[in-house]
C-alpha cells in the first residue's frame, strides 16, 4: 500500500546545527505514529517540517503521492489537509471558543458564517465542551483549551494530525480528557503522528513507536516490541529514566 505521508530522507540544519538527519517515515493512511525522544532530539522539527513550518534543508516530504517541497502542493492546501496541535494550545485570547473553532474555515474553506458555526458547535460537543462556546479560553482550565485547540484543528477537516506534546503543559488530572479525544479520534481512523511520553496511551493506541535521539531515529516498531524489548542501549537507557519518573 502506497504511504499517507513519506518523509524520504529528510534533513534540517539551524546554520552549523544538524537537527534532523535522513530521516526516513512512511505514515499509511489511518496509522498513528508515537515519536518519542530526549528534549532536543529534534522532534519538534520533523513536526514543523512535516507541515512546512520549517524549510527542510534535505530530503523529500511526500503528501498522497504528491511532493510538497517541489511545489507539487500549495502550501495552503496542505495545511488544509494536515493539522497541527501545539503543547501551549496557541488559542486567540480575545475571541470567544466557539469564534476560535469557527475562524479558519471561514477565512479559508469560504464557509459561510452558519455552516461553520453548525460544525464548530458539533466539534465542540465531540470534545465535550459544547457548553463552553461562548467562554473565552483563559476562563478554561489548560486540558479544556487543549480540547479547543482540538476541536480549532478538526474544523479545517484534515486528513492528517500532528500532535506536538499536547499534555506535557497540563495538569496530571487534566491529561485524561484529552488523551481520551484523541484515542476516539484514532478509533475514527484520523491519521496521526503524536509526539508524546505518555507510554500508556503509545502502548495503547499508536500502531508504532519511534525513538529519535540527536536528529536520528534510533529505533522503531510496535510499542510493545520497543518498550518491553528495546534492541539499542539508547532507547533502554531513555526509556529507564521515563519509566523512573
Ligand atoms: P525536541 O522537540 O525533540 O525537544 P527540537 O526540534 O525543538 O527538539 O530542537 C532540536 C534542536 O534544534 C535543539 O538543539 C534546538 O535548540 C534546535 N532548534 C530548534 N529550533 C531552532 C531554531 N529555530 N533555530 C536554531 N536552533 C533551533
Ligand atoms: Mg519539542
Given at each position: ?124 460537543g465531540k470534545v ?18 487543549q480540547r479547543v485547540a ?96
Amino acid at each position: 500500500m502506497s504511504s499517507f505521508i513519506k518523509i524520504d530522507h529528510l534533513s534540517k540544519n539551524f546554520g552549523d546545527l544538524e537537527v534532523l538527519r535522513d530521516i526516513n517515515i512512511d505514515v499509511r493512511e489511518g496509522e498513528v505514529i508515537c515519536i518519542i525522544g530526549p528534549s532536543g532530539s529534534g522532534k519538534s522539527t520533523l513536526l514543523r517540517c512535516i507541515n512546512q513550518l520549517e524549510n527542510p534543508t534535505g530530503g523529500r516530504i511526500i503528501y498522497n503521492e504528491k511532493d510538497i517541497m517541489a511545489g507539487e502542493m500549495s502550501l495552503r492546501d496542505m495545511r488544509e489537509e494536515v493539522g497541527m496541535v501545539f503543547q501551549r494550545f496557541n488559542l486567540f485570547p480575545m475571541k470567544t471558543v466557539l469564534q476560535n473553532v469557527m475562524l479558519a474555515p471561514i477565512l479559508t474553506k469560504k464557509l459561510n458564517k452558519a455552516e461553520a458555526k453548525q460544525t464548530a458547535m458539533e466539534l465542540l460537543g465531540k470534545v465535550g465542551l459544547a457548553d463552553k462556546a461562548d467562554v473565552y479560553p483563559h476562563t478554561l482550565s489548560g486540558g479544556q483549551q487543549q480540547r479547543v485547540a482540538i476541536a480549532r484543528a478538526l474544523a479545517m477537516k484534515p486528513k492528517a494530525l500532528l500532535f506536538d506534546e499536547p499534555t506535557s503543559a497540563l495538569d496530571p488530572e487534566l491529561v485524561g480528557d484529552v488523551l481520551e479525544v484523541m484515542r476516539e479520534l484514532a478509533k475514527e481512523g484520523m491519521t496521526m503522528i503524536v509526539v508524546t511520553h505518555e507510554m500508556g496511551f503509545a502502548r495503547d493506541v499508536c500502531d508504532r513507536v519511534i525513538f529519535m535521539a540527536d536528529g536520528y531515529i534510533v529505533e522503531q516498531g510496535n510499542p510493545e516490541d520497543v518498550f518491553t524489548n528495546p534492541k539499542e542501549e539508547r532507547t533502554r537507557a531513555f526509556l529507564s529514566r521515563i519509566l523512573e519518573n
